[in-house]
């Protein structure tokens, strides 16, 4: 029955993401299910309903985030490549469902990233870079960021040393460590290589601090 309910919602979103007259052209790209499965074709995805529709011949095939491992998503004119993976996530303490998250750095820890739609109006106090809609010009996009930590916690990374702190536990002295680093580094939350250095310098304090 489960199943059965979300083959329902994913033919309802193909319906919905056919329907919306978008400029965005087709990537070239593959599809792996979590029952081992592949696909390989030309593709679309809507991340705000967790959907990826992938086109090979007369075939059009839908899945939503529940059924898919992961999927990677080729720009032909310019060569550049997305990497998404579907993972169990929650917000407010709301049961965690599957959703797509990219993947934009991955070493001792993983960074992802997901675009949120925003008013036009919010980009001025958005936290990260956002750019237009070319389709609607009342709407934005701004990122998301979550990190896969080396304990197996997967959460959002929020701009701000107050939220740095909270990620990490870091009591009084290494939460100043910290601050000492991001102001010396010139550390921009707004700049994903600088985020990537701040969580990789944290969590190498982490470990120092747990020998």
């Not at 059965?4 to 087709?26: M, N, P, R, S, Y």
């Not at 529940?66 to 032909?76: G, K, P």
Request: positive net charge; glycine residues 6%; contains cysteine.
């Amino acid at each position: 029955m489960r199943h059965f309910i979300v083959l329902l919602g994913v033919l309802c979103l193909f319906h919905t993401v056919q329907a919306k007259k978008t400029k965005e052209k087709w990537k070239y790209g593959s599809i792996v299910l979590n029952s081992g499965q592949q696909f390989e074709g030309n593709l679309k995805f809507d991340l705000e309903n967790d959907v990826v529709v992938l086109q090979k011949g007369k075939r059009i095939l839908a899945f939503s985030a529940f059924s898919v491992q992961s999927f990677l998503a080729v720009d032909t004119t310019n060569g550049f490549t997305q990497k998404f993976f579907s993972l169990p996530y929650s917000e407010k303490r709301t049961r965690a469902r599957s959703r797509f998250f990219q993947l934009v750095y991955d070493g001792r820890f993983a960074l992802f990233v997901r675009e949120k739609g925003v008013p036009v109006t919010a980009v001025s106090t958005a936290n990260y870079p956002t750019r237009q809609n070319p389709n609607d010009q009342k709407k934005a996009y701004t990122h998301e960021y979550f990190v896969l930590l080396p304990d197996g916690s997967f959460q959002k990374f929020r701009a701000g040393r107050r939220h740095l702190a909270e990620l990490f536990s870091l009591e009084e002295e290494r939460a100043k460590q910290v601050g000492r680093y991001i102001t010396n580094n010139d550390i921009d939350f707004s700049k994903q290589p600088d985020i990537i250095r701040l969580i990789h310098y944290c969590v190498n304090q982490e470990t120092i601090a747990s020998r």
